[in-house]
């Protein structure tokens, strides 16, 4: 008889050991947490690439690097330039201070400066990632290994988002525009160690990630005081997502310890000097613009339509241009301007109105309005309506936002991988849509006559593109197409004192030397304080025997801007061809004592010597030009008279011969060309 196995009344299940989250997997390689924001930097560079192809472009680049001696080197003069200068109406000593260093490396040469454009915005677009994680994690309270995969991919779109946007390329692919991202770079750190500082609360380096930010802060604005509001932006993140202030109702509005406050003053005091640094520097350097003509309610509507502007470019990147001008007759009820006001103000009543429901809106919409607010126009520093630089800091939010919107989508349809897929190919569409036209736009930038082609594309009414047209038209030559687009610029602005100047010069290269008199003239009443201006009209007055006329404009160029060798020595010619030597003599030489190792000015001297007869000083002075420079035909020639008269006749017809061969050949190669 067989014995019966008994059977358990259960069967034990296999312990099974707990699923490894995906994150974990990733984990294993070390590297991961950084292939994201390396993924990030190169796709940056690979769009931008094309911008190692531009050059300068006149529009401030000539006067900011190409004229521009003083950033040249890092010297302690230079350097004591760069940190006390107000050029251009900026104070920017840390950006002076990577333009001098690209200068170091690559001297003219544009391709190293757009390089170093290139590097910090990939730079920019990397460290925005990792803020976008923290500011997810914060708003989402994330911290389980299941989702920190998805923060990262909606923090990669968000800073994509960012990186690639056309309305990127006016601050990286223009070189003038380094302060963008510098200072923006700085701004970004800054953040990161804010908010790491915050997280835990019982950090023990609390301090010092504090310390950190503030001088990061420090930097962004020695950079450009584009930051100048970041205080409040600090404020509204302590709102939210960091919960550490909390609005109220009665008479307490406000919740919040006082070291939350505290921590704030440093940011304060910094952002208050560089404002005031910031003001000083556009009213010394003359870009500040009165309130004649344009005034506040004027300036508010267009403040209405800056925030609309950049509003609508990020999210239909169309018809981008590096000039908006604003129309010379400035009408408050044009559609646009109208629109702007309706938009905004919609908006606006919007997100407070879903506040409670949606705090993250209303503080990316307050964020906005803060970071843009110095450039929206209330404070009027150029001729610009709107500017596509001006987005670079201030529109961070939206790619938060977008960022966010695109984690929150993919934890509603977790379980749903079709459609978790489908936004994740229309996100990747929308990126690669903005990092072709990207590409495209960067082309504008290749050369000033792109540039100015452009404009005139999106504006034909602009009076600045159709000076600064002429202006390309001039330099290669085209001197009766370059009148009709100065003439087209007047047209449309009879009071544009610079194409009044330009048409001058225009018609002095046709000789016509009164009708250039003329405009000078006319120009000079719009722009008196136009020292260039004054000198120029001061040597067609040379030009025209009008001793008097000359000497006196410049003089009154000399007051405007003291310590032009140019203007001191065309004064000292006035002066001896007027009879008055001695002064001749001491203009000249201060003229010398600036440009050392100009022979053209030793010329000029020792013909006022020879003119006195003081040969002995003559020859000295001819001899030195012609030390200086022994190719000056003219050098020599004066040199040769003046021996001739001091009785030396066989060095004499040494340099009268050297005169007559540099003069033949110099005919010979311009009958060449």
Known sequence: MKRSRKRPAATARPVRKPAIPRENNFKSHRYFSLLIPILIVIATCLVFAPALQNGFVSWDDDKNILENLNFRGLGWTRLQWMFTTFYMGHYQPLSWLTLAIDYSIWRLDPFGYHLTNIILHAANAALFYFLVVRLLRLAFSAGSSETVLEIRLAAAVAALFFALHPLRVESVAWVTERRDVLSTLFLIATLIFYLRAQQPPEEPNRWRWMGLAWVTYLFSLLAKAAGITFPVVLVLLDTYPLCRIQWLKGNDLVKADRAVWLEKIPFTVLAAAAAAAAALAQSQSGTLWTTEGFGFSSRLLQSFYGLNFYLWKTLLPLDLAPLYEIPHIFDPLAPGFVISFVVITTLSLFFVSMRNRWPAGLTAWLCYITLVAPV??????????????????????????????????????????????????????????LALVTWNQIKVWRSSEALWRRVLEVDPNSSIAHNNWGNVLLRKGEFKAATDYYLRALEIDPAYADAHFNLGTAYVKTNQWQAAVEQYAVGLKYDPNNAGARHFLGQMYVRRDDLGKAIEQFRQSLSLAPGQSAVHADLGVALALQGNFAEAVRELEFAISLRPNDAELRVRIGRVFAAQNRLREAVEAFRLAVQLDPEFAEAHLNLSQALEEFGDRAEASYHFHEATRLKYQQSQLSTRE
């Open 376 to 433: 929206l126009g209330l404070v009027r520093s150029g001729p610009q309506l709107a500017a596509d630089r001006y987005s670079y800091l201030s529109c961070l939010g939206w790619a938060v936002l977008g960022g966010s919107g695109m984690y929150w989508c993919w934890i509603r349809w977790r379980e749903n991988n079709r459609i978790r897929t489908v936004f994740s190919f229309v996100s990747l569409l929308i990126v690669a849509s």
